[in-house]
């Protein structure tokens, strides 16, 4: 049983900064990439960034300059660093991580997490 589960969320001002956190635990034998998606109200969960297990990120151009994502392989969790919030930025955001379980299964499955509300306004 594998688990996938983020924290974090809050409200906030604009202009101001929250970090996300999303830690998988459970039977993990490596995890690949981990991503942070958002879902506004009204729209299409979109991708935010994503981070490979060697460390190579990827960011939505909306977010760029203002996020940053970053993992801790020790503790299979993954970090989102949100700096000069916008309410546009308001959404529930999402983590999903490509897992895979055991030695003997060579493939990744998909888990995501339950999402965590983030809302910025004055």
């Known amino acids: 049983q594998v688990q996938v589960v983020e924290s974090g969320g809050g409200l906030v001002q604009p202009g101001g900064s929250l970090r996300l956190s999303c830690a998988a635990s459970?039977?993990?034998?490596?995890?690949?990439?981990m991503r942070w998606y958002r879902q506004a109200p009204g729209k299409e969960r979109e991708l935010v960034a994503f981070?490979?297990?060697?460390?190579?990120?990827n960011y939505a151009d909306s977010v760029k300059g203002r996020f940053t994502i970053s993992r801790d392989n020790a503790k299979n969790t993954v970090y989102l660093q949100m700096n000069s919030l916008k309410p546009e930025d308001t959404a529930v955001y999402y983590c999903k991580a490509e897992i895979r379980t055991s030695f003997t299964i060579p493939s990744s499955a998909v888990y995501w997490g339950q999402g965590t509300q983030v809302t910025v306004s004055s």
């Open positions: 459970g039977s993990i034998f490596s995890i690949n990439v």
């Open positions: 981070i490979t297990s060697g460390g190579t990120t």
